[in-house]
Nanobody, 115 residues
Framework: QVQLVESGGGLVQAGGSLRLSCAAS????????MGWYRQAPGNERELVAL???????NYADSVKGRFTISRDSAKNTVYLQMNSLEPEDTAVYYC?????????WGQGTQVTVSS
């Protein structure tokens, strides 16, 4: 099993920044990739960004150039630096870890961007 604990959400004005953190514990050796997803009210959960163990990253078009995903392998932690936030970025952000056919989700953290 892998446990994920997210932190860093909150309320910010449009144009501001936030950094989300996701710390993994447990069978972290089984993780081959980690990422961030978000779900706004009435919408489906969507990929924001992910990073593989090898360092390959992938971003949703809507966040390219504004968000950066990074990882600290020694701490088994993934970060999402979010800059130039827009009201449309308001959502619950979830951390996901996957590997060997399994996936794990964090509890979610609320990000609210006011206009």
């Amino acid at each position: 099993q892998v446990q994920l604990v997210e932190s860093g959400g909150g309320l910010v004005q449009a144009g501001g920044s936030l950094r989300l953190s996701c710390a993994a514990s447990g069978r972290t050796f089984s993780i081959t990739g980690m990422g961030w997803y978000r779900q706004a009210p009435g919408n489906e959960r969507e990929l924001v960004a992910l990073v593989t163990r090898g360092g390959t990253t992938n971003y949703a078009d809507s966040v390219k150039g504004r968000f950066t995903i990074s990882r600290d392998s020694a701490k088994n932690t993934v970060y999402l630096q979010m800059n130039s936030l827009e009201p449309e970025d308001t959502a619950v952000y979830y951390c996901r870890a996957y590997g060997f056919g399994l996936e794990y989700w964090g509890q979610g953290t609320q990000v609210t961007v006011s206009s």
